[in-house]
């Protein structure tokens, strides 16, 4: 008997992820669930590699172009959105059967485990601590985190403005160390999670990195940017791929050079990406172009 089934694809960035999952959704009739952080904004096609217009026409998508670059929008917020998308396709279609694809970790993550119940942080406080980043600086603001959440302290990313500022937020605005909301209690859901990933040889994951990378020049890339450069300061735009071409706009790189410099932070966003995805033991591996195997796969684990 089929039951309601949840297909989680993920990967590295450039592994293959698009191509599968069309083969994928139009074998068993089903839409996509885009789980790219980025591809959730509009205007950021090329940069994101967000589906054509041909593949959103051949398969529908969900949740991709759908924000303007200003609207605010997290991984709380996506967790809800997803699950109600859930419960209406599970109740609407006879296959029982659902497509989650992308590589941003934390969307995957909450959609499957849950995320916890943080206090969405109020106008006020996000501008304080955006006004105090630009005068204070990042070093300054991780001292007093330091001193208001020691736990939180030692696990974030003290490079990442973004993640800083969040636990200060928090701090601030309830008076309670953000590491007390953080306590990872897994949700059970009301459907089963098939997680499969996709890997490759370093080798061959880094020429398509670099293919990709030289490809999102030759179709507009840079015009792209130049579209975007008043958004520079948005959080999505803190993006491989649009940073570094804002450093040459500014003159403060070559353009080769930026080139390089996105090519060679996307390998490292891959290789953060593939360290995640080994921590999760219910991850099933493949190759990309083991595509019969992964439809043997997705159907064993739901029709049983």
């Known amino acids: 008997m089929k039951q309601d089934t949840l297909v989680v694809i993920t990967g590295p960035t450039a592994v293959g992820k698009t191509a599968l999952c069309m083969d994928i959704a139009k074998k068993f009739g089903i839409p996509i669930i885009n789980a790219d952080s980025r591809q959730i904004y509009k205007g950021l096609d090329i940069g994101t590699a967000t589906p054509t217009r041909q593949q959103q026409e051949d398969v529908k998508h969900y949740f991709v172009s759908t924000l303007d ?112 909301f953080r306590k990872r209690n897994k949700k059970k859901r009301p459907f089963n999670i098939v997680k499969i990933a996709l890997t490759c040889p370093r080798e061959e994951l880094y020429a398509r990195i670099n293919a990709r990378v030289d490809e999102m020049v030759r179709i507009g890339l840079l015009e792209e940017v130049h579209q975007l450069y008043k958004f520079r300061h948005l959080n999505a735009l803190n993006t491989v791929g649009y940073k570094e071409l804002f450093e040459y706009i500014d003159g403060n790189i070559s353009f080769d050079n930026a080139i390089e410099r996105i090519k060679s932070n996307t390998r490292k966003y891959a290789r953060k990406q593939l360290t995640w995805y080994k921590r999760d033991k219910d991850i099933c591996w493949f190759h990309p172009q083991e595509r019969n195997e992964i439809i043997n796969y997705i159907t064993d684990n739901y029709e049983r």
């Open 69 to 180: 670059l200003t609207e605010y929008y997290n991984a709380s917020m996506y967790e809800q959105d997803v699950l109600h998308l859930l419960l209406e396709l599970f109740s609407t279609s006879s296959s029982h059967l659902a497509l989650l694809s992308g590589g941003s970790m934390m969307y995957i993550d909450c959609v499957c485990n849950g995320i916890d119940d943080i206090p969405t942080i109020d106008t006020k406080t996000r501008t304080i601590f955006k006004e105090r980043l630009i005068t204070e600086g990042l070093e300054k603001l991780c001292e007093e985190l330091k001193l208001l959440d020691p736990e939180y302290y030692d696990f974030v990313d003290k490079r990442n403005p973004r993640r800083v500022i969040h636990g200060l937020e928090i701090c601030y605005q309830t008076g309670m160390p953000y590491s007390s």
